[in-house]
Nanobody, 120 residues
Framework: QVQLQESGPGLVKPSQTLSLTCTVS??????????WSWIRQPPGKGLEWMGL???????TYSPSLQSRTSISRDNAKNTVYLQMNSLKPEDTAVYYC????????????WGQGTQVTVSS
């Protein structure tokens, strides 16, 4: 049973940095070919893919968010991290981590999501 759990602050002030953690259980984040993504959904809008880290540590990001976003991991803790700086009110969203088994494959596993509100 593979489970993903997001955690982090629910409220962030404008201009500050968001740091979220995705804790994975039931499977190693280094499992062959798997990709671990961060995806967000602003209120009333669709899902927006933010970026991912491959099983081998290679990262890629949405061009619109690349300059503000960094994904990292701790293999010993089996966790994937998201850092996003210069937060704006429009960054308010539910943030998810999700896993794919291959390039272009379905998202096999999802966390339940964590609400992040950017407000002063």
């Amino acid at each position: 049973q593979v489970q993903l759990q997001e955690s982090g602050p629910g409220l962030v002030k404008p201009s500050q940095t968001l740091s979220l953690t995705c804790t994975v259980s039931g499977a190693s984040i280094t499992i062959i070919n798997y990709r671990w993504s961060w995806i967000r959904q602003p209120p009333g809008k669709g899902l927006e893919w933010m970026g991912l880290m491959r099983y081998d540590g290679v990262t890629t990001y949405s061009p619109s968010l690349q300059s503000r976003t960094s994904i990292s991991r701790d293999n010993a803790k089996n966790t994937v991290y998201l850092q996003m700086n210069s937060l704006k009110p429009e960054d308010t969203a539910v943030y998810y981590c999700a896993a794919q088994g291959a390039v272009g494959g379905p998202y096999n596993y999802w966390g339940q999501g964590t609400q992040v509100t950017v407000s002063s």
